[in-house]
């Protein structure tokens, strides 16, 4: 049941006294500045000023109209990232590599449509490799028997997301092959 304004919880018709607003206010306060101050240790003011990945443009190829959704890990001393292409037909997952995070290569496609799957057939976007997740860690994939493993979302017609998604998981001992 929401609160009314100038009523407690328990319907009492007395709104706050000064001093309770105060606290209240005070201790809003407080816990912003906190959040800033942690905020500050993790962000950059440093802006590189251009794109690292953008579509190519090119007819027939699996990033023709647009490239998002980036996911950056660290394997065997490189900086990867896998992106999700478009291509006007469907999703499909990229793969591109660095070894300064400034400068990107564009490695190709790594998960693509599959005509001959009811899932597959239009769309096949990875967005997440198990790796290392703490704030401060290298984000170094975590193989699973031998396996990397990633979770993917396809849609089932032809198009920018059309039809009900579903979640699907992949795996693959070199990053580039099922």
């Avoid at 251009?50 to 647009?66: M, Q, R």
């Avoid at 599959?114 to 790796?131: F, G, Q, V």
Wanted: hydrophobic content about 35%; charged content about 20%; some cysteine.
């Amino acid at each position: 049941m929401p609160v009314e304004a100038g009523r407690n919880s328990q319907g009492a018709g007395r709104g706050l006294t000064r001093r309770e607003f105060i606290a209240a206010g005070s201790l809003v306060l407080a816990v912003r500045a906190r959040a800033a101050s942690n905020l500050d240790r993790i962000v950059t003011p440093y802006k590189l000023g251009k794109y690292v990945l953008t579509a190519s443009g090119k007819e027939g190829s699996f990033d023709k109209i647009c490239v998002d959704g980036p996911f950056a890990f660290h394997h065997q001393g490189v900086c990867y990232m896998t992106f999700i292409a478009f291509d006007g037909i469907g999703y499909q997952t990229g793969l591109a590599s660095s070894i300064d995070m400034v400068n990107w290569k564009k490695e190709g496609c790594i998960l693509k449509r599959d005509p001959s799957s009811p899932i597959l057939k239009y769309n096949a976007a990875m967005s997440w490799i198990l790796r290392e997740n703490g704030l401060y860690s290298s984000g170094e994939l975590i193989p699973v028997g031998g396996y990397y493993l990633g979770a993917y979302h396809s849609y089932p017609s032809q198009g920018y997301e059309q039809g009900a998604a579903v979640i699907g998981l992949c795996r693959s001992k070199d990053l580039r092959q099922r």
